[in-house]
């Protein structure tokens, strides 16, 4: 007797186990890198197109995401509705997509844009950070053509300061696109690193003061066209030399007041988990070389600040806040 209950125990926590590591969620974020001619940025840099010598003021760069699904474990598909990313490539682009049944990540599909049914929603009904939420500068065109699917603006000219803008809009514009990615794993999450080369969006677009239109068709059509075929990438991931060297690494000030800076001169950036002593986790995201980390809204005490390239960990260190 004693030996069927034990066996019906066993049986009952191995199916316990086995069902828990079935349905185990993973958290899976999306970080976009964004680029010009092969150089990483964040902000509003001064670039040039190629074979051209006249030189521009990247000023805005906008644009919705929507239309999500993940491709993993041997070609099953996840759609996420409702998803929306407003991306700005003036800052990080670092983006929680959700929490799925899955291990391996094997692409990803987007659209460019905002669907028709939310096109034409009212963005006073949004609360909140949401990125259909009323902006400014605006990304809501009106009641009649929806968001601005893209909102590209820069300072052309001598002094760079003549400006020269795409906005694109329309419903007829949404187009449904593919990559095939990889994700890094940094801890239990998977991030999916996805390369931007803006560069390319302007294809058979010349950049100059005569180069304003805001609609559907001409350059704001072939602007969407390009970052449908052109502008993403599934982002390669190499041994890169921070990994063959230890590398320079320090924050600053230890104790802090609340504000610390991060210096990685030999990793351009890094992502980072808060951790209470206790093991719980409080914060994440990436952080790159001389930026700095807000710990303002934690309760004084000691926290552990997890550091990660895109090979995996190389570094934790306690901070003593005040």
Same mark, same amino acid.
């Given at each position: ?23 185990? &969620? ?152 593919? &990559? ?14 996805? =390369? ?32 449908? =075929? ?57 952080? &790159?070389?001389?930026?700095?980390? =807000?710990?303002? =809204? ?12 895109? &090979? ?11």
């Amino acid at each position: 007797m004693k030996f069927e209950v034990l066996h019906r125990l066993l049986a009952f926590f191995g199916a316990f186990i086995l069902l828990s590591s079935l349905y185990a &969620q993973t958290d899976v974020y999306l970080k976009i890198n964004h680029k010009w001619n092969g150089n990483t940025f964040i902000g509003k840099p001064t670039v040039s197109q190629s074979g051209s010598s006249a030189f521009f003021i990247l000023t805005r760069m906008e644009y919705y995401m929507s239309g999500f699904e993940i491709i993993h474990d041997s070609g099953m598909v996840t759609p996420i509705p409702g998803k929306y990313l407003l991306v700005n490539a003036d800052d990080t682009s670092f983006e929680f997509l959700g929490s799925f049944n899955l291990s391996n990540i094997e692409g990803i599909s987007f659209h460019i844009g905002v669907d028709s049914a939310a096109n034409h929603s009212d963005p006073s009904l949004y609360e909140g950070n949401h990125p259909l939420k009323l902006k400014f500068p605006s990304m809501h065109w009106g009641w009649a053509s929806g968001y601005r699917f893209i909102a590209f603006e820069a300072g052309t000219g001598v002094n760079m300061n003549e400006m020269a803008s795409i906005h694109t809009l329309g419903n007829k514009n949404y187009h449904k696109q593919t &990559q095939t990615v990889s994700a890094n794993q940094f801890g239990s999450d998977l991030i999916i690193n996805l =390369d931007a080369e803006y560069a390319n969006g302007f294809n058979s677009i010349t950049i100059d003061p005569n180069l304003f239109y805001h609609g559907d068709l001409e350059d704001a059509k072939t602007l969407i066209e390009n970052f449908r =075929d052109y502008v993403f990438s599934g982002s390669t991931v190499g041994i890169t030399a921070s990994k063959m060297k230890q590398p320079s690494f320090s924050i600053y000030p230890n104790p802090t007041s609340g504000i610390i800076g991060v210096s990685t001169p030999d990793i351009p950036s890094l992502f980072y988990e808060v951790r209470g002593l206790s093991g719980k986790l409080i914060n994440k995201g990436f952080v &790159q070389n001389g930026q700095q980390l =807000d710990l303002r =809204d934690y309760e004084s005490g000691i926290y552990l600040i997890q550091f990660f390239d895109e &090979q995996g960990f190389i570094k934790s260190e306690k901070v003593v806040l005040h």
